[in-house]
């Protein structure tokens, strides 16, 4: 895996030279080394001034001399010379179409464009020195061809085009462009159906849709052309994913269909089915933890389809978590992402896009432990981390509950006693997930098990439901009357006396009428709680009641007062008390927003407090996005973790930290030590599975990223 600092939004082969690659991410980088380092080609390296990181995301920018905001929207190399791009940019609103001559060192502006360009395709065989061109976008075609530009038309009463591909059949001197359009994934909006052919560059149009169509029940609603994808050799062949087919009146589909003659007829190469209320995978799709747990329809159809350049039968897929491949034109499909482990679970390949919060070995047994997931539940091995499968399955957790694990602990007294919390809101304390509905719809509960975790039992039913992220467990308190803490998301502190058996709401002293309780941290040494509030706004503003809080409380959570946190800051996210020092805290925090589209957030950090909290001073600056902190007593070292694509370490109490070199996942949300070995550690990550490597990192990797400005 690389980090280039963002998602990539495309990939661009160089067709002349194996070795090099083209990604677009914060800026368009070139790799020349077949992705093992990356340089920055767009914009010039001379340019850049530094990087700011900004949001919910982090979403990081490059700022430039000239404090232009650009982008790069399409990218395509000459076929001939790879010295040779053509590159549509986007600059402070404006875009246009740039051609270098010297690999992307110098750029020329070839002339104005509308927005919303997709693509740049070149005709292979077009004159070298003066290449005919067609710059696809969702409302026009632009065709340079004989040094003269013409604008075209998208398909008659479409206007929004969701997805073009194209390819060039040599044999018959044919240049086809497909398009695809429609209400669906990528276009909310009423829009005309169609999946469109065209040999001219967008003069005349074809909606060859007509074989597909046919397949769908009369009457019934429309389908959805969510991506489409031809081969560059071979375009008489072109896949398209498809979404809502009825092909019955009890039965809906999913899937890829393939056509090898131009579009002109059809046949469902991939076809998930759904009736009753059942799902019925392909038959001929092969394998995969997410189809074994939960059924085709978690993935659904294919986002994005990628067909080989030079042989149409090699084919991949890709979805809201799976990797799928065919080597025979679609009469098998494999997923490409795991691997079944003979008389075990499943391990991952690397390509790993799930997000977690933590990790949790099982006091009795090392090799049983749960991974707490997001959208695809808590997990289990019992392997010790070696394979994984799904713990949530026919065992007792309500159906609306299982799409995220936020925290569970296990009795340290009582082998198999174990209480968990579970929502079905994922990624909080993300303000994505209230910005718009609230939490009033907010779904989760308490769970407890006395079993390790086969079977399970709701505790929280008088409580509602509520997206409950944290639970803590008091561990001086009687075995068999356990003292239990958790956190409601927008409802506040809850306590049990009895074992999690009955729960009272504790919060005097608490600001806000939907208190953002996020985490509690109990100290070791006295009892004493501390309460993490998180922030409600995401606007800048600081000093007012929309503001993240710390509390404390002495009088086992009966109230709460507020513990003044650094100046500047109103999103705390973790606490950490130091296990031989009750009064050595130290906090992360989240920045937050600030004037300007170049200036980063403001407010983050992690701070260090040897007076519990009454002073603090900064110990990280150049983080503003930290998730969470954690500890090793083995070794009295700390460890954060966050989302600038960093993981670090202090064996100092935290008053310095070191990066740890080798994990490089821009989205990082926790350390977790490996009781194993004090030396390995786990990292949990939004959307890039769980890591584990050596504490201390691996000093001989190689950075991501070789442009001084943007390397780590």
């Keep these: 895996m690389f980090n280039l600092r963002g ?11 194996s070795n090099t690659i083209y990604a677009n991410s914060i800026g368009l980088f070139k790799s020349i080394d077949k992705g093992i380092s990356w340089s920055l080609v767009y914009p010039s390296p001379e340019k850049v001034v530094g990087l700011v990181s900004k949001g919910d995301h982090a979403q990081e920018k490059i700022v430039t001399k000239d404090r232009t905001e650009s982008s790069v929207l399409a990218l395509a190399v000459d076929p001939a010379n790879s010295e040779k791009l053509f590159a549509v940019i986007k600059s402070d609103g404006l875009t246009a179409l740039f051609i270098s001559n010297d690999g992307g060192l110098h750029w020329k502006k070839e002339r104005d464009l509308e927005d919303g360009i997709q693509n740049v395709f070149i005709r292979p065989l077009s004159p070298i020195n003066d290449r005919t061109i ?35 059949n040599s044999t018959e001197d044919k240049f086809i462009i497909y398009a695809i359009s429609g209400k669906g994934y990528f276009n909310a909006t009423k829009e005309l159906l169609g999946i469109f052919y065209s040999e001219d560059g967008g003069e005349t149009w074809e909606n060859r849709q007509g074989g597909l169509l046919r397949l769908n029940e009369e009457g019934a609603a429309a389908p959805e052309w969510r991506s489409i994808s031809t081969c560059r050799d071979n375009p008489e062949v072109v896949y398209v994913s498809f979404n809502n087919l009825t092909i019955d009146k009890q039965t809906e589909a999913i899937g890829v269909a393939k ?97 977690g919060y933590g990790i949790v070995f099982d006091p009795f047994d090392q090799k049983h432990v749960f991974l707490l997931n997001t959208d695809t539940g808590l997990m289990e091995s019992f392997d010790g981390g070696e394979s994984w499968e799904s713990a949530t399955r026919n065992n007792g957790i309500p159906a609306q509950w299982i799409n995220s694990t936020y925290w569970l602990v296990f009795d340290p007294d009582i082998a198999g006693r174990v209480w968990a919390v579970m929502s079905g809101t994922h990624d909080l304390p993300r303000p994505k997930m ?114 993240g809080a710390l509390y404390r409380s002495d009088d086992n959570a009966e109230t709460w007062q507020e513990v003044k946190m650094p100046s500047g800051v109103n999103a705390p996210t973790s606490l950490i008390i130091d296990a031989f020092d009750s009064k050595h805290f130290l906090l992360s925090a989240w920045g937050r927003k600030t004037d300007g589209k170049f200036s980063p957030d403001q407010g983050g950090e992690i701070y260090l407090s040897h007076d519990e909290g009454k002073t603090w001073s900064n110990v990280l600056v150049e983080d503003q996005h930290i998730h969470d902190l954690s500890y090793d007593p083995r070794n009295k070292t700390y460890y954060a973790c966050g989302f600038n694509g960093s993981a670090y370490r202090s064996v100092d109490g935290g008053r310095s930290w070191i990066r740890i070199k080798g994990y490089n996942f821009k989205w990082g949300k926790r350390v977790e030590i490996d009781p194993n070995d004090p030396n390995k550690i786990f990292i949990i990550t939004f959307g890039g599975g769980v890591w584990h490597g050596p504490a201390k990192g691996t000093q001989q990797t190689i950075e991501d990223i070789k442009t001084p400005k943007l390397a780590y």
């Design 134 to 168: 067609f710059v696809t976008g969702k409302n026009s075609v632009f065709v340079r061809k004989d040094g003269i530009w013409k604008r075209n038309s998208v398909p008659s009463g479409v206007k929004y085009v969701t997805n073009y591909s194209a390819g060039y």
């Design 434 to 547: 209230w910005r718009t509905g609230g939490i009033g719809n907010f779904k989760g509960g308490i769970l407890f098990s006395e079993n390790a975790g086969r079977t399970w039992t709701s505790v929280s039913n008088q409580l509602g439901e509520a997206a409950f992220t944290h639970i803590v467990l008091d561990e001086d308190s009687d075995p068999d009357q356990r003292i239990l803490y958790a956190c409601a998301f927008g409802k506040g502190v809850y306590k049990s006396v009895d074992g999690g058996q009955s729960w009272q709401l504790k919060n005097k002293g608490i600001r806000g009428n939907e208190p953002f309780a996020w985490r509690i941290e109990r100290r070791k040494q006295d009892g004493v709680l501390f309460l993490i509030q998180s922030r409600r706004s995401e606007d800048g503003s600081i000093g007012n009641e929309d503001d």
């Design 259 to 355: 056509s090898q003659d131009y579009g002109q007829t059809w046949e469902l190469s991939w076809i998930d089915q759904f009736s009753n209320g059942k799902s019925f995978p392909a038959a001929n799709f092969h394998g995969g933890w997410l189809n074994e747990r939960f059924g085709p329809g978690w993935g659904e159809n294919p986002f994005a389809i990628g067909v080989a350049p030079t042989n149409p039968n090699i084919v991949y897929t890709t979805d809201f978590g799976r990797t799928i491949k065919t080597t025979d034109g679609g009469k098998n499909w494999q997923q490409v992402y795991s691997n079944k482990l003979e008389n075990g679970g499943w391990r991952s390949k690397g390509l790993q896009v799930t997000t």
């Design 7 to 17: 998602a990539v939004s495309f990939f661009v082969f160089d067709p002349v030279d």
